[in-house]
């Protein structure tokens, strides 16, 4: 079944990194846009990045533009978010899902958008 495994997350102190991935199955993960969000807590689920399905170009949240890189790994099944220059506000579980139709253009903010998500994982930055 279609299935999105995030991992990576972890405690961090301001002005450090991390690495996120989403591991993909069941699903032709070359054909689908693909997007970043994280909740933090009390709060609804935001943005953060996007991926077009061929990787040509990428999106951000004006909150994180500068700082996180999104990317694919086709021949790994994998999407990453490079986080760097962290601080304490993004602290957030973080999710990545799979857009709903294969080769959408553009990119979405809408979590309606999206049809698969991943189970999310924790990323907690101290100050």
């Known amino acids: 079944q279609v299935q999105l495994v995030e991992s990576g997350g972890g405690l961090v102190q301001a002005g450090g990194s991390l690495r996120l991935s989403c591991a993909a199955s069941g699903f032709t993960f070359s054909s689908y846009a693909m997007g970043w969000f994280r909740q933090a807590p009390g709060k609804g689920r935001e943005f953060v990045a996007a991926i077009t399905w061929d990787g040509g170009y990428t999106y951000y949240a004006d909150s994180v533009k500068g700082r996180f890189a999104i990317s694919r790994n086709i021949a790994k099944n994998t999407l990453y978010l490079q986080m760097n220059s962290l601080k304490p506000e993004d602290t957030a579980s973080y999710y990545c899902?799979?857009?709903?139709?294969?080769?959408?253009?553009?990119?979405?903010?809408?979590?309606?958008?999206?049809?698969?998500w991943g189970q999310g994982t924790q990323v907690t930055v101290s100050s």
């Open positions: 899902a799979k857009r709903k139709l294969p080769y959408s253009s553009g990119y979405s903010s809408n979590e309606l958008s999206y049809d698969t």
